[in-house]
């Protein structure tokens, strides 16, 4: 409807044929309260929460499985607003429904230092909000996770405790976003039927109208990925109804394009680009006001925050038979279905990586630091039933398939090994969604040089704090024969630098096993174990305590004061060692210290840091990669041994010759740096 239609309305005081007053006055609650919000904040996106009012309208009230005194209940529906600028949405419904953090203090003070109610939607800031969206197509991308996620949980613990919805509110923006392709995919080949996308079809972007950038057909393109997919009038309220009640009987994923209005209501903005990203300005405000029947600034009318209250009732009696189902449950089932919820990890971790590194250290293996993730593996999938594992279209060359793990397939939820196709993008946006679920622990694995297809979703699990674990190989110049397209050169520096992302690069079996329990027993952020193709000599033989916690720790010791130290990762610690034992019989005291965690190092106390590193005169740090990070351990005087530039094809053993990333290169360097000074 034309925002002229909507004004004649109001003028004449008749509602038009086949509306309902009551719902009008419920959707137009969010309209007023995202207007006046974005308005005194002065910046925002008024046009979505304005345009997709009803949708939400119904949603929320007719349909949504949650309960406001519990956001965190683990069987509510979840709803996810991919299009994370519309924000204002998402707190005027939180607001209205009576989640209390959410006041009307809060939307007044929206996009301000120390709301909760931020530009864009952050889970873990605001309760109620499932996950954190603005980069658009994330938030499908992790619903598909989500949508999973309760399949998988049902399969093992039933559907008398796990059987919700997955909703999202996408934009054109989310489904022009390459992401969307894999997510849709993913989830119409899974078929998860669970899940619901409703489209804000408003066929206007930031640019302007959408037929500047886009003619794509998105029912026929969700059919075509196994979806059902349908379009309605996006401000009707039965046809709202009606196709989200059919998509809930669905057989497969659910598409639903409902065309509607961006800033519904405004009398010259409504249907453009203007009414996308920035206050109406006041003249605007006031007439759309005044068509909508709205009043003073942040008011709400009575009736209809009553009837949004009472929605937010609406699932009280189902939330209180579902705490009796899982209290009328056997005590074990219930506390594992509990500590699984909590994230709490299993007892039995502990013991597990205990006897197999007593076993690893009496028969140190050599091997690639991915088989020795496959060894750790095929104890940690027995010890921690969550553990979820997979792969997007590389699990022979990533080793994450344990012998004890079955296929997730469509329609068989029970497995707990996922192939998610050569889709790195939607694999880590999915773990998000997975994680963000609960009950499970998130593996995906790719190789180190493709994080970068899966970096805005890993920066994503960084931000919101959640403890995935990607499992990425062929981390260097040691893959070889693949050649530069393939070796990874910037990308342990660049993952570094996201904040709370923890990069371990292992030396050998052991380290690889300390790093899987650091990776397990992490609760709060994400983890990448970078590991070799290549195989490598042990560097450790004992089973103490677990060293890789430390960051970096001392490997070897120099005979005397040192005059050297070596800081070497992953494969090049075996450089390292072989450049001491060079070095050792030339007079030169030398230590090698390793670094599984530059981050994790670099985040001890200053004293610790200084007594690692130490004060030898010379400073090395061996890394087949760029150099840029190391300065805070080595200094800019020391010495870098590593890639100035990518790689090359061929054999690694060459290349390493190659590039100058040998015993002998190190040692050389280490005697004319002692010469010089
Ligand atoms: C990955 C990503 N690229 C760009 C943006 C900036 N941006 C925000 S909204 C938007 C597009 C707006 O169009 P649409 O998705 O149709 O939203 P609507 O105009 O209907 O609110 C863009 C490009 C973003 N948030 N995320």
Not at 58 to 65: A, G, N, P, Q, S
Not at 263 to 284: I, M, N, V
Not at 513 to 527: H, I, V
């Amino acid at each position: 409807m034309t925002a002229r239609a909507v004004q004649d309305r109001a003028q004449d005081g008749v509602p038009e044929r086949g509306r309902d007053p009551a719902h009008d006055r419920m959707a137009n609650a969010i309209r007023s309260l995202a207007m006046d919000a974005v308005e005194q904040a002065k910046s925002g996106h008024p046009g979505l929460p304005m345009g997709a009012a009803d949708v939400a309208t119904v949603l929320f009230t007719r349909f949504l499985k949650f309960d406001p005194t519990d956001p965190a209940w683990p069987d509510r529906d979840r709803f996810v607003l991919s299009a994370g600028h519309g924000s204002m949405l998402i707190y005027a419904v939180l607001y209205l429904l009576g989640y209390e953090a959410t006041t009307i203090e809060q939307i007044k003070r929206f996009r301000q230092l120390g709301s909760i109610t931020a530009g864009h939607p952050e889970h873990g800031h605001t309760p109620g909000i499932e996950t954190t969206t603005g980069p658009l197509g994330q938030g499908l991308g992790n619903a598909v996770g989500m949508a999973l996620a309760e399949r998988m949980l049902a399969a093992q613990f039933g559907e008398d405790l796990v059987d919700h919805h997955t909703f999202v509110l996408a934009s054109d923006g989310d489904l022009m976003e390459g992401l969307s392709q894999e997510a849709i995919a993913l989830a119409g080949h899974l078929k998860l039927n669970k899940l619901i996308v409703l489209f804000d079809d408003n066929g206007i972007s930031i640019d302007g109208p959408l037929t500047l950038s886009d003619s794509v057909d998105q029912v026929k393109r969700f059919q075509a990925a196994g979806w059902a997919a349908s379009r309605i009038d996006g401000h009707d309220a039965d046809a709202i109804y009606q196709a989200i009640e059919a998509a809930r009987k669905s057989d497969r994923p659910t598409m639903i394009a409902c065309k509607t209005t961006i800033g519904f209501g405004a009398p010259k903005k409504a249907g453009t680009s203007k009414a996308h990203g920035e206050p109406l300005g006041a003249e605007e405000l006031a007439g759309a006001k005044q068509a909508l029947g709205l009043g003073g600034a942040f008011e709400v009318p009575p009736d209809a925050l009553a009837a949004w209250r009472a929605a937010g009732e609406r699932s009280r009696a189902i939330h209180a038979e579902w705490k009796q189902r899982l209290a009328a449950k056997p005590a074990d089932v219930r506390a594992e279905f509990v500590r699984r919820l909590s994230g709490i990890r299993p007892s039995g971790m502990g013991p597990a990586v205990a006897a197999l590194k007593q076993k690893l250290a009496l028969e140190p293996p050599t091997v690639a630091t991915r088989k020795a993730s496959e060894i750790a593996l095929e104890v940690l999938t027995e010890a921690v039933p969550e553990l979820v594992l997979g792969s997007a279209d590389l699990t022979p060359s990533n080793n994450t398939r344990t012998k004890n793990l079955t296929d997730v397939a469509p329609g068989s939820y029970g497995g707990r090994y996922i192939h998610y196709g050569i889709r790195e993008h939607g694999m880590a946006a999915a773990m998000n969604g997975i994680t963000l679920h609960g009950g499970f622990i998130a593996c995906g694995a790719t190789f180190l040089v493709f994080s970068d297809y899966a970096r805005p979703s890993m920066r994503l699990a960084a931000l919101m704090g959640l403890p995935v674990v990607y499992v990425m190989t062929h981390d260097s110049i040691g893959l070889g024969e693949d050649g530069p397209t393939h070796q990874p050169v910037e990308h342990l520096a660049a993952l570094r630098a996201i904040p709370n992302m923890r990069v371990f690069r292992p030396a050998d079996a052991i380290e690889t096993l300390e790093c899987w329990q650091l990776a397990l027993t992490r609760t709060d952020g994400p983890t990448v174990l970078a590991l070799t193709r290549q195989n490598l000599s042990p560097a450790r033989r004992d089973a103490g305590p677990n060293r890789c916690a430390e960051g970096a720790y001392e490997l070897a010791a120099p005979k005397g004061a040192a005059q050297a130290t070596l800081f070497a990762t992953g494969s090049e610690v075996e450089i390292a060692l072989a450049a001491q034992a060079l070095l050792e019989p030339r007079g030169i005291a030398t230590r090698v210290v390793s670094v599984p965690s530059v981050e994790l190092f670099l985040g001890r106390p200053a004293d610790q840091r200084r007594a690692v590193i130490g004060n030898a005169k010379v400073k090395v740090a061996i890394e087949a990669a760029v150099r840029q990070g190391w300065d805070a351990i080595i200094g800019p005087d020391g010495l870098f041994v590593g890639m100035t530039g990518f790689g090359a094809s061929a054999p690694y053993k060459d290349l390493y010759r190659h590039f100058g990333i040998t015993a002998e290169k190190v040692a050389e360097a280490v005697l004319t740096k002692i010469k010089e000074t």
